[in-house]
């Protein structure tokens, strides 16, 4: 009888630990996915909220390393193969900004379009 009751009050905690969580995954900053891959950005064209801090979780994919470079942003990060990594951007005006693989730039720019 003992352990029920150890049990109960576990399940009671957690049961009020789960609502709080989930009330702090709702104030969390978006996050925005890109993936490169030997030269490739995917998507291309990524829309974010402006005047908003958000984050872009970079992903390399490819076999070769990548550099993320905004001059605009004025942000640069370097991706061995595989790796994966983010920015985090605290507030953007509303505009298009381009940002590309410095290790290939024989690839068209991808955009950040902030409205």
Not at 13 to 23: H, K, R, T
Not at 25 to 33: I, T
Not at 69 to 81: D, F, H, T, W
Request: with cysteine; net charge negative; charged share 20%.
């Amino acid at each position: 009888m003992r352990a029920v009751g150890w049990l109960e009050r576990l399940l009671v905690a957690a049961a009020l630990i789960i609502p709080c969580s989930a009330a702090f995954a709702g104030g969390e900053d978006p996050v925005f996915e890109v993936h490169f891959s030997n030269g490739v950005v995917s998507p291309i064209v990524i829309e974010v909220p402006a005047n908003t801090r958000f984050k872009l979780d970079l992903h390399n994919d490819g076999s070769t390393p990548i550099e993320f470079e905004s001059i605009p942003l004025r942000k640069e990060k370097v991706l061995a193969p595989g790796a994966s990594s983010f920015l985090v951007f605290r507030s953007l005006s509303e505009g298009n900004y381009a940002f590309f693989d410095d290790f290939h730039l024989d690839m068209p720019p991808a955009r950040l379009i902030v409205r």
